[in-house]
């Protein structure tokens, strides 16, 4: 593990596997995940050439928790980008949903980093209100946290009865801490207070608004990845994105919901794959 800095001073916990090629490629999960979630994908793209940076956003995982409660989307974006300019030659960003989200507002920001490419896994310009809805409210439950791991794991399977369990048993455990005899998730718990806002339909339609205008001007290529069970990323939304930008690319992936990467690795990375090695320079 390595660590990265902000600008406001968190460090961010960090995997690193290098490759041949000299443009890394930046892995940045969603709200609630770790970059434990990239293992597979980091491995694969790594064997091809690529380094990949797994990343732990602020407030997850091993990275710090803000003492000021700093959780919006502007802090996120701003990661991102301080994450982005660290390298010699621009990355190539790959968001799964608030990853992605962050992603998207620091490009079509008013000072964007330099990047090479950027993979959205489930996110784009607008979401569908009621696929979302979910995710905050999983997060939300169970404050008090888990008296086992495995009462944990049964929280996961109800909320994602489409997938399979773990090959791993003790896969739960990167996602958990213990706190006061009781095992919780793996986020700073004011992280929540940001996370309900997200889905608010006045806030989410403005955002909505800003970001179309900043996809139009993206000058880079663009590839979207949606799973075709996810309520989140609808077709609808789909299209619309494609439509904003020439240069995007849609690929689904079958029997994937929104933790596209999650549900069906083999078919996710291998779509990440062919998009790096059409549409990213050779380094």
Known sequence: MEWLETKDGLRLAADMAPGWRQIPVVLLHGGGQTRHAWGATATLLSERGWSTV?????????SD???????????FAADVASIAGS????????GASLGGLASLLALTGPAPPAATAVVLVDVAH????DGAQPIVDFMQANPE???????????????????RPPDDPNGILKNLRRREGRWHWHWDPSLLRSQRP?????????????????IRALSVP???IRGTISG??????AAEFSELNERAEVVEVAGAGHMVAGDRNDAFAGAVLSFLEERVPAA
């Open 126 to 129: 607008r979401f569908e209100h």
């Open 232 to 237: 989140v990323v609808t077709p609808e939304i």
């Open 198 to 214: 997200l889905v608010e339909p006045p806030a989410a339609r403005e955002r909505a608004r800003r970001l179309a205008d900043g």
């Open 87 to 94: 390298f010699d030659a621009p990355p190539v960003l790959v």
């Open 145 to 163: 946290g888990f008296e086992t791991p495995g009462d944990a794991e049964l929280a996961v399977a109800a909320y994602l009865p489409h997938r």
């Open 65 to 75: 928790w803000s003492p000021a409660g700093n959780y919006g989307l502007e802090d």
């Open 54 to 62: 797994s990343v732990d956003l602020r407030g997850h995982g091993d």
């Open 222 to 224: 663009v590839l979207l």
